[in-house]
Each structure stands twice: as structure tokens, then as C-alpha cells.
């Protein structure tokens, strides 16, 4: 069981899904191999990980890799991945960054219910043999288990004048 | 058991997640009410649905609902759902809009392994307590199962200048 920390202010949710969650099923594809071996070590965030200038890749597990078929065309896809060792039930948290606690719908904490990691990433190369795409940056750990790529399409996705 | 359907070009995976997923277990926080009841009602994707100029909403249920703390501060937001009417074992794929079959990670389909789909959308208004959310427009199902809500983030999410 992972631990059960806190800090002041933070609300911990009725349930904890990592004892009921029982919706659906994932399976894991591949991992993302990164620099980033301890969560001491890890940026908050891509743009904190874009400066630190250090590339990453994904690696697709052979059952999947056919894919890729088609994935040159793109420039950028999205990862989704599984946050392993995040908490699930915290619902309202206080960042270390933060003068006051937030609900988890409104920070991108990889602690929440189900923790799954969306990440907007530019493609460096792509070797649909082998399922290995090198790609820009990445701001989890290394062998962050896998869940899904998506084609980035700037039509839908980019928001430029999105505010916060 | 879901219908094993493919259309000529297409290529099956080795084995099908919908038997075998078992690497980590999902919880449903709510729902997205949309006005598409039926796969053929139900735009192809959010530019489509961005077309018809119908609003859609999200359901947060009880339990997550104070995770919406903070939440107006943010103009567009990040929705993941599960197309729980998704097969999960087509790795190459023939779209009718398409000249040849693609690889499935080279396309926004829900058919893929995991059935997460992504969606960022406008906030048009939000009741932290009744847990619901009206958003700009979505293009999947009514009931759609949600997984997770984040606060969308031009710094890193917006790539206006993506290819494809």
C-alpha cells in the first residue's frame, strides 16, 4: 500500500481508488525512459523539464508496434501515462509552490484519482522496428508505464489564448 | 463481449486488452451528457462538434466534487474519458476518410488499446456544488464515463505551429 501522506489544509477524498477502483482495465504498451530516476530528481513540469534541455523516449512493446504506422506525418503527439507511485485519494492539495490549497481538477499534481499523465511532446525520431520515438523532454520517472499516443493536431488541441 | 468488427486493410493485435488488461484498475468520476445518443449521431471530432453549435455538459460525482477548487481560474480545461463502447484490439486501421489503413496511435480513433479519449474544452460555467460543468461542445456519447479533469496550460499544452 502506498503511504498516506498529508499536508495541512489538504482534503483527503471519502474513498481511496487505489482500494476500490474497479471501473475498467488498463493495460500498459511500453514505459517512458527518462533521465529522471527519483521523484526528488524530477521536474514539475514540462516546461521545467524543456529547460533542463535532456531528450527522453518512449518504448512501445512489440504486440503494439504496428501502430506507428502513419505517426511521421506528425510533428508532436500526445503521451498518456500512468503515474505509479501517486496517491489517488487526495482531493484538495497544497502545493509547496501555492499560498493556498487547490482542488485536484485545477493543478496538474500527478496525485488524483486516476493518475494518468497527459503530455504534449515534439517527436525527435521514430524506429517503428524496434517501437522506440525519442522525443523532446518528459517530466515523469523513468519507466513510467505506458497507456496510449495520440497524433498532436494543432486544430483541436493548441489553445494559444487559453488563461489562467 | 464487444463485436469483433475490421474493414479490409486492417490488422488485428495479438492479443485483445479487452480479455487481458489487468495492469491497473480505473474509477468513473462522473460523466460527460452529451447530445449524441448514438455512434452515427455523434461528430467525428471536436472541430465537428464545435460545428453544430450544441453545448454539452460534465457530471462530477459526490465524492470529487471539492476537487474543483480553484477551478474558475482557468478559461479551458482538459477532459479524459472512457469510450467504454470502444474495441481495444485494432492496431492498424482503415477510416472510411482515408486513402490507406494507419497505424492507431497515428489516429484520433477510439478504438485503441485504452479507450481514453482527450478532449480541451471551454469552460462556459461551473457549480462546484451540484458538480457540474458546462462546456463550449464534445464529440462523444451521452454517458461517457469521465476519468479525470486538468487545468488546461498554454505554456505547454498549446503548440499552435504542430505538423501534420
Known sequence: MKSQKSRPGEIFAPTD???????????????????????SDCPKNLVQARDRGIPARVELDPPWRQGLLGIERFSHIILLHWLHEAQRNLIVQSPSHAPEPSGVFSLRSPVRPNPISFAAVRVLSIDQKTGRID????????????????????????IPDAAN
Chains 1, 2 share one sequence.
Open 135 to 158: 522525443i523532446d523532454a518528459i517530466d515523469c520517472l523513468d519507466e513510467t508505464p505506458l497507456l496510449d499516443i495520440k497524433p498532436y493536431m494543432a486544430s483541436t488541441d493548441s
Open 17 to 39: 481508488p487505489e482500494l476500490t477502483a474497479r471501473d475498467a482495465n488498463l493495460i500498459f504498451i511500453g514505459r517512458i525512459c527518462s533521465p529522471w530516476k527519483q521523484i
